[in-house]
């Protein structure tokens, strides 16, 4: 049976070339990059060689980068960090319905700390309103975070019109976006987009999880996450995983030189797809018709659930996800399906192809044969769908 | 020139057992544990298993073993995470002065945040009184958190007797310990231990960096440090390092079957140096005589700079430390040393020697041949000594 794997968003083979960069810091440069020995020499450089690699990729300065576990970590060290060094100036901060988990929850553990958060709507295409943004924004607000694209309906936001308005609305207000759908994967500059921190992680664009960043515009006043040593500039404690930042850099490096012929084929592939399922009786796509990222094909199916269709697909070997990853063993109706304004039912019906670099027209034509069916054979056991 | 590796404190090269089973988690069994499709097999399997081998070499429960990216973020976990839950209960936290930086700093960090906290001092050896601790302990406690083994000097702490004084003044405190240095390097149990958080780290016993995990007892209330999706039971954010954390659950399984041969050749190597050491004119042993890792072996050279001493060593072909690796390159004298009474010109001269399974007694003979012509050569250099 054919293997087609479209779930590029939730885990992605780390790249040959970035693997065998990692592997000699295993076991033969293993050393401690704090280490004042020759052991710690190797390590050291490279780090350094991957912060410049990874600054590269965003157009930003290599002290400015600083290396976290995940772009989860990372997010939680932008929101909790910022937070927690600046409230004695305010405790408001300001993010879109549509974040990431790792956004949301971290704005919901904030306000069970005292802090104080609101949640910017969107419209039906996912698109942040910057205006609403700067309107949201008071005198105590400290910090405004929307993602730079959804990782579940793939809307680009207008990030850089959004900190244009939000800074215009008050001077020193941080804006930070969570990058990790976009860094990598198409064009990412933090001084166009005008923010003063920005999430990426590797395993988003074939790094090795395990390393990501944030990127901290320099005088941003953020206090660690996570505690500790002198790592990252006293800003994150913890030996450094080498081997996984040594990856990432090679991954950021490949994925700037690639990146035009990547976008291309993804976009050829995505917009295939799109064209096949839509179609499709009473299937919709669901996020932005054209700013959206390069890979991501995301509908909903009516009368269907999207555990049966992942099922099915799977069957015949299509991987692909409902919602984001993180919450597809979790059972819930997407907040952002639902901040779409799509209703409970149809939001359950969610189906994401995530594309990359190995897929091809056929994958594409594979899936556009086996869907059909599985949507025929789904919706002729729902007595919903009989009735209508 | 004989190379002689002496810092397995900051780093050791991974396992090549360790290294094998990871391999296949980069590229073949790439996917995210939390998919519905086949590719999620594999890689949650592996998370479970390592889980198991992890609970096994310190006696817990699977669901007990959460993973994190550090022993630092276990730590900052442990404390912060406690803390915030707990808020509305109390607000002390009470820790030794002679904690791991990660330890120490979320202390402080917490103390920023509006907490309290209290430092409990050491005797000359390095030893927490259990009484001190337990005087320590208010209405308002939450949390003590004491370290299984100092990093710097390597005294085992009475973690059971803590426990019991500290549950017997008050009911309900939780007790955590850094068990990064003694986890997989010696017998560590969390029910004889009595505690109810437990770090441990997966590179202080020859697993890679990047996995490392808080033992969280059954019913423990705490707050998630890196809020994100529902990977570690909604306890810890962002996507599983698959790979380092099945390297972590093989370092664990050959430590714990290997840790008897494990511990004697050490201690017999750390004797042999400890000796040699110590027989140098006004060269002292720090941390406690027996009562110790059996690695490691810290020393204060009255005189000499310890920087000096690293850098000759290391043009000898010895890696060595002085103070904490975190520390090394902060050129500020070890807290650690200074609350065991040392003066603050006598813990300059701190040198630690952390021994490994590859090390042999011609290691250490090489060192004692090496070292004390290195010690006389800076004392000739130094004014001090030569008024004494």
Not at 55 to 70: D, K, N, P, W
Not at 345 to 354: E, H, I, T, W
């Amino acid at each position: 049976m054919r293997q087609v794997y479209l779930d590029h968003m939730a885990a992605m083979p780390v790249r040959q070339e970035a693997l065998d960069a990692m592997l000699p810091y295993f076991r033969e440069h293993f050393g401690n990059p704090l280490s004042l020995h020759d052991y710690g020499e190797a390590p050291r450089e490279a780090l350094e060689k991957a912060r410049a690699q990874v600054a590269r990729l965003i157009g930003a300065q290599e002290r400015e980068v600083y290396f976290t576990s995940s772009g989860s970590e990372a997010n939680n060290l932008a929101l909790k960090g910022v937070m927690f060094q600046n409230a004695k100036q305010g405790k408001h901060v300001v993010v879109s319905q549509i974040e990431h988990h790792s956004i949301l929850n971290s704005a919901l553990t904030l306000q069970k700390l005292g802090y104080d958060a609101t949640f910017v709507p969107v419209d039906q295409h996912g698109l942040v309103d910057p205006e609403q943004v700067a309107a949201a924004v008071r005198d105590d607000t400290i910090l405004v975070s929307v993602i730079h694209a959804s990782n579940e309906v793939g809307t680009i936001q207008p990030i850089a019109e959004i900190a244009r308005q939000v800074k215009s609305k008050k001077k020193g207000v941080l804006v930070h976006t969570d990058a990790i759908q976009t860094a990598g994967t198409i064009p990412v500059n933090v001084d166009e987009l005008g923010v003063d921190l920005l999430s990426l992680a590797g395993n988003a664009f074939y790094g090795p999880k395990g390393a990501a960043a944030l990127y901290i515009r320099r005088g941003t006043r953020i206090m660690p996450l996570i505690d500790g040593g002198i790592q990252e500039g006293g800003r994150r404690g913890g030996t450094e995983d080498v081997p996984a930042i040594v990856g990432l850099g090679i991954a950021a490096e490949l994925a700037q030189q690639e990146m035009p012929q990547r976008m291309a084929h993804l976009s050829a592939l995505r917009d295939q797809l799109i064209a096949g399922l839509t179609a499709i009786d009473r299937v919709y796509l669901t996020g932005h018709p054209t700013a959206r990222l390069p890979g991501l094909v995301s509908v909903v199916v009516e009368y269907v659930e999207g555990e049966a269709m992942l099922l099915l697909l799977n069957m015949n070997g299509i991987a692909a996800s409902s919602g984001s990853t993180c919450t597809s063993r979790a059972l819930k109706a997407s907040h952002v399906l639902t901040a779409l304004g799509l209703d409970a039912a149809l939001a359950q019906g969610s189906l994401v192809f995530s594309l990359g670099m190995d897929n091809s027209h056929e994958d594409v034509a594979y899936v556009l044969q086996v869907f059909p069916p599985i949507v025929e054979r789904l919706r002729a056991m729902s007595p919903l769908y009989k009735k209508s």
